[in-house]
């Protein structure tokens, strides 16, 4: 069973930056795809950033591009979400998701939310205008 443990989440103000951590058990983190998804009260659980396997490829949501950055350490089983410039829109509960990558899709970002399998139980960021 994989599980998935998101950290860092907390009451910033705007302006501030903020690291969110996922760390993922099992042995074979490496062959998953890595994702960081978001849902505000009341809105749809939207995608937030993506990874592949081995963290060569990125994508990124129009709102976050150029303030956030997301990475991975295949080596202590974590992807992080690093988020500059927060804005009080980007108040949300914050998750990552993963999902095995076939090899022969290794450089594959997956976007959609239903493309996941493993959720993690989320972290709450708070932006205070």
């Known amino acids: 069973q994989v599980q998935l443990v998101e950290s860092g989440g907390r009451l910033v103000q705007a302006g501030d930056s903020l690291r969110l951590s996922c760390i993922v058990s099992?042995?074979?983190?490496?062959?998953?795809?890595m994702g960081w998804f978001r849902q505000a009260p009341g809105k749809e659980r939207e995608f937030v950033a993506a990874?592949?396997?081995?963290?060569?490829?990125?994508s990124y949501a129009d709102s976050v591009k150029g303030r956030f950055t997301v990475s991975r350490d295949n080596a202590v089983n974590t992807v992080y979400l690093q988020m500059n410039s927060l804005e009080f829109e980007d108040t949300a509960i914050y998750y990552c998701a993963a999902r095995q990558s076939p090899r022969s899709m290794s450089n594959y970002v997956w976007t959609l939310r239903q493309s996941y399998t493993y959720w993690g139980q989320g972290t709450q960021v708070t932006v205070s205008s």
């Open positions: 990874i592949t396997t081995t963290g060569s490829t990125t």
């Open positions: 099992g042995r074979t983190f490496s062959t998953y795809a």
